[in-house]
């Protein structure tokens, strides 16, 4: 059984693995500041020759130039690798990114952010151990495991893996559909591993993201800045407007006001109620994440489905204030209230947008003020809803029981993660999201961690998901 | 009559006094940048060298170092002069400051700010000529006309001229109360020329200040920042509550939520009404100054009365939030809400306070938020009230109609300028505000200016006021 020695050899090889993680987070490729802007093209190179090491074909697509605050810099290759070609097999994409989130020692780090550490619990601590460079690598490490017992892959495998995901994945849609029906024509089946279980002890699949709708809120009113003390009490303030609109979106309990957009949002059946039911997630961990006990909702299956399945809506910011320490008695002449609503199905982003701008518009006019407002949606993100009932899904959860023993949780996350709808849309194949990490390790905070076991057990479960999706019908 | 000779001797080298501006423009005493506060020394120097040169005494008091965003810097001095030293004379105390608003010609001025500048309508345009270096040489001036027509003053002038006005008058109020009774020991009455007139055509006298009460509103939720994505709709977000409670203090059209604040105000007598009647200002006037017709208030009195007498309460901005352009779906975890109140007679900031903080507290309450919410008043600045009948006003009165053929306009100010209360209440004095320049000179914006007709007339008026005073019982 080939499956059997391949889980064998990644169990007595853990150590190789660990190694190939420490040398991946020891190149700081930070992807939002310029100065590491030569790491993460380091990286790709890093990428590119364990691959080619490994027999993997690999090509790279050049996305071109960003702007980067006026600043040209040279965006990181998206790297294209191939291992296998053969037509009686099965074409499995996968996608990561080698790129990190920025990280300081003084951002708090327990040790320095770029030299992996294990701690005495096991825990791989480094940037980038579990965002994403540990699936990454993951991938990698099946593929060594296969090269090094004469082992061929189940499927063909192909690679899209970028470095710019930390910075809005700039450039990686036009290379995904221009490549749609090029590099990714015999794909089958897409597999992401850049998401984390829901708790800490047991594996999920997760079939759902929201989406989201950001909007910007102007108001205007004086050609310039004003003195409160000479205008005060004299002139309409576009703070005061701005504020008694902005209180008019959402209760303090989340309810969002405005009209017809719950209307939007599909019913809760009964079937998708149960799998609600054993989740391995406690309120405490919410609690935990949060470090305050500020949750709306007393059950797991209220929090969860808030968190997944129900549109929320977050005030950021205001844009043109007062937002330093200190005192300042400014009226400002023009400010831009930042807000966004996350989006499920079966809301549409220009349906969204339609009745926010006229709700905010009716209130508005209600204040009678002599300001101008406008409203505009800046960003609209579609949600996406896979199904665990997908073969891609089914062959997943059988990889999960043969390597953890257990069923794996079906999950949605409140977030979103747009490479996976531009996947969906440009292949028109079934995504897959199988994480390796746990909702612990602090993916963009200081002192992110994979644990040992994670990174072991998860790169077996991506070999095994190999095994089990050859066998399906895609 | 020496005052004659005086108005002449100014009609006649007003040239020479628009020299002497210009020298002082050239050095650009900008108190807010730390890489000028050579220049704000360098300043100090100059009225030192020209009072002494004039024959003054001069002494100077040091104010100390400001921790400058944890940078040390040395505060430029206070400089204290006297001409004159008769016990037969009265004595006047006249305050200015010699330090700048920062000024940059990429900010949109049409010439260097830092080279006078005199257009074709005979506007002196410069930063620091209407605020305050053009009103501090109009006393110089004032010394020089009589030294050189070997004249006496009328009164023994004092001189407190300080270099931190536009950063907070940092150092100055100790060293007021500390000199009050030795080097102010013999003052009569202050004269303060650092405000406007009212419009552009008429002189005014200035009685009354608006105080300002700053709060601060914290909300406080999660340990720190979190996802809106992963945690929108789970938990009570500090930007909602801040956003409920400060859409609760004021209405759009300005008017105070907060129960009690009204209670405080003194009403407004009949004599006081007819102040309001012929006073030169036009609502085109406040059209022009904020640039949009966004008026609350559609006569003249209700807009006056608005600004000088009656409270308001303007909001700021966040402190915690997102600020910078584009899009970020933060839940931020710790918001500062800033809004301050003006006060007017008979308002007490102790129980402004009192009552913010209580009705702010049981609006918090009905939300229901397990966020914590605390309010404070960071500051608490005192209105000011004067007389137009005190004899000090009588005087000044008489010098307008003597140089201006008019009545002066009776105003009051919406902002606060603190060292007159300070005075006030150091010195047990009366405290003039005989304001040089108009309404439109633009004191804090691009392209500030002084008429040199108001340079040539203010220098007259100041030195006119001298014989007034002189003449009447303080």
Same mark, same amino acid.
């Given at each position: ?32 500041? /310029? ?41 990181? /290759? ?44 096991h ?45 809005g ?17 015999d ?8 998401n984390?279980w829901?708790?800490?002890t ?19 009113? /004086? ?5 409160s ?21 959402v209760?303090?309990d ?9 209307d ?37 299956r ?35 209230g ?39 949606c800046?960003?609209?993100?579609n ?7 997908h073969p891609?899904?089914?062959?997943a ?6 390597v ?16 996976t ?13 199988? /994480? ?39």
């Amino acid at each position: 059984m080939p499956v059997v020695k391949f889980l064998e050899y990644v169990e007595e090889h853990q150590n190789d693995f660990v190694e190939r993680l420490r040398k991946a987070v020891a190149i700081p490729s930070v992807s939002g500041d /310029p100065a590491h802007r030569q790491d993460v093209f380091r990286m790709a190179d890093f990428l590119i020759d364990e691959l080619k090491a490994l027999g993997a074909s690999v090509e790279t697509r050049d996305p071109g130039q960003q702007d980067f605050h006026g600043q040209t810099l040279p965006l990181p /290759p998206i790297v294209l690798a191939t291992v296998g070609n053969d037509p009686a097999k099965k074409t499995i994409l996968v996608y990561g990114h080698y790129d990190v989130q920025p990280a300081l020692i003084e951002d708090g780090w327990a040790t320095d952010p770029f030299t992996l550490v294990e701690d005495d619990q096991h825990r791989l601590i480094g940037r980038g151990s579990t965002d994403d460079k540990g699936p990454v690598l993951g991938w990698i490490n099946v593929v060594e495991a296969h090269k090094k017992m004469g082992l061929e892959l189940p499927v063909n495998l192909k690679f899209c893996l970028e470095g710019m995901e930390e910075s809005g994945s700039e450039g990686l849609d036009p290379i995904i559909y221009s490549e749609a029906d090029k590099y990714f024509r015999d794909v089958d089946a897409v597999c992401i591993s850049d998401n984390y279980w829901l708790g800490t002890t047991k594996p999920c699949l997760t079939y759902g993201l929201r989406g989201v709708s950001y909007f910007h809120l102007t108001v205007k009113g /004086p050609r310039a800045d004003l003195h409160s003390g000479v205008f005060g009490g004299t002139v309409h303030e576009p703070m005061t407007d701005l504020f008694a609109l902005m209180s008019k979106l959402v209760t303090p309990d989340g309810k969002i006001l405005v009209p017809g957009i719950y209307d939007q949002v599909r019913q809760v059946t009964d079937e998708e109620q149960k799998t609600y039911d054993h989740l391995a997630f406690k309120m405490e961990e919410l609690h935990d994440a949060v470090g305050n006990k500020i949750n709306i909702h007393e059950s797991i299956r209220d929090t969860l489905q808030h968190r997944w399945r129900f549109p929320s809506l977050s005030l950021h910011g205001v844009e043109g204030a007062f937002y330093n320490p200190g005192d300042k008695t400014v009226v400002p002449a023009r400010v831009v209230g930042k807000f966004s609503i996350r989006t499920v199905p079966d809301m549409e982003p220009e349906k969204v947008t339609e009745l926010v701008k006229k709700y905010v518009t009716d209130e508005f006019n209600k204040l009678n003020s002599k300001n101008s407002m406008t409203i505009e949606c800046t960003h609209g993100g579609n949600h996406w809803l896979s199904s665990p009932q997908h073969p891609n899904y089914v062959a997943a959860a059988k990889a999960v029981e043969k390597v953890f023993s257990v069923k794996p949780d079906l999950t949605r996350e409140g977030g979103s993660i747009p490479v996976t709808l531009s996947f969906q849309e440009a292949l028109k194949k079934n995504v897959l999201l199988l /994480p390796m990490g746990r909702g612990d390790d602090g993916a963009h905070s200081i002192n992110e961690k994979l644990d040992r076991s994670n990174y072991v057990s998860g790169t077996k479960l991506l070999g095994t998901y190999l095994y089990e999706v050859s066998q399906v019908q895609l």
